[in-house]
C-alpha cells in the first residue's frame, strides 16, 4: 500500500509559466510533508516543507499548498526555468520526536522538464 | 555539496556476496538514514540511527543489517546478495529525529551480476 503518491510520472511546461505538481497522501497521521529535488547524479535536495497546522508555506519562487482534508499537497513553481528541471519527490512523515518522526514515506518522483 | 559523505560511489558484485556501505553525516548531524531506491521507482525507507542507537526500521529486509558508530558514521552491511539488490543506496542524515528536512548524500550505485 503506498501511502504517498505522485501520479504523474512527468509533467513538461515551457520557461516563464508555472509548474504544479501534485502529490497524495493516505496516512492521516502524517504531520510534516517536504518537497526534494533530485538531479541526476545527486542526491536529493530539500526545497520546502510544511507542517499540517499551516496551509501554504511560500520560500521564493517555490510554494507549497496542503488540503488536509483532501489528503493532497501541491509544489507551484512560478516562474519555472530550465535549471528546475529535476526529479522532484514529495515526503510525508509524522509526529513530532515519536518513533514516526524523520521516518520519511516517499512517492515515486514526478520528472519536471522546463522548455526554454 | 549536502555535507553527506558516501562510500564507495559504484559497487559490482556478484550474486551471494557480501557488501558494505559507509556513510559519513553532516557535521553536527546525530541521525542518519538509509534508503533505497530501485530503478525508477521512490526511495524506499530501510532503517534510521540517532545517536548510535537503532530508531526506526522500514522495508529493511533480515538480510540487511546497519549501524552507527561512535563518530557517528554509519555502514549498511547487504549479504547473500541477489539480483534485485541492485539500486542506488541513499544515505541521509539530519540534526535529530525530528520533523525537519534530511541532507542526502550522492549515493551508492550497486550492481550485482
Known amino acids: 500500500d503506498q501511502q504517498v503518491k505522485q501520479n504523474s510520472p512527468s509533467l513538461s511546461v515551457q520557461e516563464g509559466r508555472i509548474s504544479i505538481l501534485n502529490c497524495d497522501y493516505t496516512?492521516?497521521?502524517?504531520?510534516?510533508f517536504l518537497w526534494y529535488k533530485k538531479y541526476p547524479a545527486e542526491g536529493p535536495t530539500f526545497l520546502i516543507s510544511?507542517?499540517?497546522?499551516?496551509d501554504k508555506n511560500e520560500d521564493g519562487r517555490f510554494t507549497v499548498f496542503l488540503n488536509k482534508s483532501a489528503k493532497h499537497l501541491s509544489l507551484h513553481i512560478a516562474p519555472s526555468q530550465p535549471g528546475d528541471s529535476a526529479v522532484y519527490f514529495c515526503?510525508?512523515?509524522?509526529?513530532?520526536?515519536?518513533?514516526?518522526?524523520?521516518?520519511?514515506?516517499f512517492g515515486d518522483g514526478t520528472t519536471l522538464t522546463v522548455k526554454p | 555539496d549536502s555535507g553527506v559523505t558516501q562510500t564507495p560511489k559504484h559497487l559490482i558484485t556478484a550474486t551471494g556476496q557480501r557488501v558494505t556501505l559507509r556513510c559519513s553525516p553532516r557535521?553536527?548531524?546525530?541521525?542518519v538514514y538509509w534508503y533505497q531506491q530501485s530503478l525508477d521507482q521512490g526511495l524506499q525507507f530501510l532503517i534510521q540511527?540517532?545517536?548510535?542507537?537503532?530508531?526506526a526500521k522500514g522495508n529493511i529486509l533480515e538480510r540487511f543489517s546497519a549501524q552507527q558508530f561512535p563518530d557517528l558514521h554509519s555502514e549498511l552491511n547487504l549479504s547473500s546478495l541477489e539480483l534485485g539488490d541492485s539500486a542506488l543506496y541513499f544515505c541521509?542524515?539530519?540534526?535529530?529525529?525530528?520533523?525537519?528536512?534530511?541532507?542526502f548524500g550522492d549515493g551508492t550505485r550497486l550492481s550485482i551480476l
Open positions: 541521509a542524515s539530519s540534526v535529530d529525529p525530528s520533523n525537519q528536512p534530511q541532507h
Open positions: 496516512n492521516s497521521m502524517f504531520d510534516y
Open positions: 510544511i507542517s499540517s497546522i499551516k
Open positions: 515526503a510525508a512523515s509524522g509526529g513530532g520526536y515519536n518513533t514516526n518522526a524523520g521516518k520519511s514515506t
Open positions: 557535521s553536527g548531524d546525530l541521525s
Open positions: 540511527y540517532y545517536n548510535g542507537e537503532e530508531r
